[in-house]
């Protein structure tokens, strides 16, 4: 599909962002399941040296940019609490 092919060249141009930015460090990125075609996809983003904090990026075109970040916290029930 033309969303998933989006989000995964988004997911590389940030992988290789992150990797020449923070190049000690490692992460996971999150895809935030869009399900529509946008010219800005949002990814999160959590590095393994502050496992509690998730940052938010957007990727339009080949452009990168930190949005917003966050604390989460995992509830007695196994989910997620985001903590502004």
Known sequence: MIIDHQTE?????LEDYLQE???TD???IY???NSKI???????????SEPKMVYEYTVEDTV???GSKWTYQ??????INGIV
């Open 21 to 23: 930015k923070y190049p």
């Open 74 to 79: 995992v509830n007695r029930y196994g989910g």
């Open 64 to 66: 990168v940019k930190q």
């Open 31 to 33: 895809d935030t399941d």
């Open 9 to 13: 060249k988004a997911m590389q141009i």
């Open 26 to 28: 490692s992460w996971e």
């Open 38 to 48: 946008e010219p800005i996809i949002y990814l999160h983003v959590i590095f393994n």
